[in-house]
């Protein structure tokens, strides 16, 4: 068996199910330990996809912070612990306590790989962890490697010896433009990305079969490898391709994404929870926080009492106050409008029957999807 442990996190949201999926059924021989960070406050809708994808994988490790606590939920023993002060976009104690520190205690000083959801339609860095000995690939995209490890290669100190790797496997007829991209200096114009870019547009398989040589000189768990079955890989997986994973393998889209239809004004419109995590999530949008109330108002009564002392999961405005009527109704006309407008932009995909809008979500914790 090998020392180096592979793993993949399930958050309860649909591109961490998917990926699940995917891997198990692109890589059946790779030995994925899929595991779940429980943090007491997740919707029903979530539980249940998390139970219909273990009986689907065979198992997911159940993880819980803070066992043995007097507290009903980790995040109620956190929150005491901190005071009573809740967690914010300044201060995501959450994720710290509940998620990175229980991932981080199941994993131990293996070396291991995390596996994270990052699909091929976003631009943004996933979860990199602060210990050497966890390193995080990204199947969906058409770059599977952290922004670390770009880093890494293409640095002054060791873009001679990446590039002496490159040349010895790269066939004659790409050598030429590959040794112009290879050293061409790094400038504000053409940073790291953008270098990294360059040579995957030749040849994807080509770039990640060097990087994987590379790695094999380095303490990344990658290069501990003797083999590894995702430098071959060419999928670049989008939210469509999500959705058609989760609905073909029976595991089903998580309830919380279907979008419910409400009036006002005469005018119709659709609200939905866009991802998962905790009902709190101070990183939902205001539509979600009403369709919490309206769907939820048993969690939205819950979340109102966590809301003391000034504290509120909301800049500015309290969960109280949210739900004023005129306040409700401004917020439901707004999304109708911003709806219009998006479905006279419409692309029939599998992805617009469901109400997830990554698009406007583009400031939220990446931590929770690990």
């Known amino acids: 068996m090998s020392e180096v442990r592979h793993v993949l996190g399930i958050s309860g949201g649909k591109d961490s199910a998917a990926l699940a999926i995917y891997m198990k059924g692109r890589y059946p021989n790779l030995h994925v330990e899929y595991y779940n960070t429980d943090t007491g406050c997740e919707l029903a809708e979530t539980d249940l996809l998390i139970n219909r994808l273990e009986s689907y994988l065979g198992g997911i490790k159940r993880l819980r912070a803070a066992e043995g606590s007097p507290e009903p939920t980790p995040f109620e023993h956190f929150l005491k612990a901190s005071g009573m002060f809740l967690p914010s976009p300044q201060q995501r104690w959450c994720t710290q306590k509940m998620k990175l520190q229980e991932m981080e205690r199941f994993v131990g000083d293996r070396p291991t790989i995390s596996y994270v959801g990052i699909r091929g339609d976003e631009d943004r860095e996933g979860y990199v962890s602060t210990k050497p000995n966890i390193q995080a690939i990204f199947p969906f995209r058409k770059n599977i490697w952290s922004i ?37 200096p790094l400038t504000k114009d053409f940073f790291y990305g953008k270098k990294a870019n360059a040579l995957m547009d030749l040849d994807v398989k080509l770039f990640n079969k060097a990087v994987f040589e590379f790695l094999k000189g380095t303490d990344y768990p990658v290069g501990k490898l003797d083999e590894f079955p995702l430098i071959d890989n060419e999928d670049i997986l989008v ?42 999530c101070f990183f939902q949008q205001k539509l979600e926080w009403i369709w919490l109330y309206e769907q939820h108002p048993d969690l939205f009564a819950k979340a109102m009492e966590f809301e003391k002392d000034g504290y509120t999961w909301n800049q500015n405005e309290s969960l109280a106050e949210l739900i004023l009527p005129e306040r ?27 109400g997830d809008s990554d698009d406007d979500n583009d400031a939220f914790c990446a931590n929770c999807f690990i």
């Open 148 to 184: 670390d490890v770009i880093h890494t290669i293409v640095h002054k100190n060791n873009i001679a010896r990446f590039t002496d790797i490159y040349i010895s496997i790269a066939p004659d007829e790409l050598k030429s433009e590959l040794l112009k991209i290879l050293e061409h």
């Open 328 to 354: 409700v109704r401004q917020i439901k006309l707004d999304a109708i409008k911003k709806q219009e407008a998006k479905r006279q932009k419409g692309t029939g995909k599998l992805a617009d029957m469901f």
């Open 239 to 280: 939210r469509d391709d999500i959705f058609r994973i989760l609905e073909d393998s029976g595991v089903g889209v998580p309830a919380y994404y279907k979008p419910i239809e409400f009036e006002v004004d005469g005018k119709k419109g659709t609200y939905n929870r866009s991802r998962s995590g905790c009902y709190f």
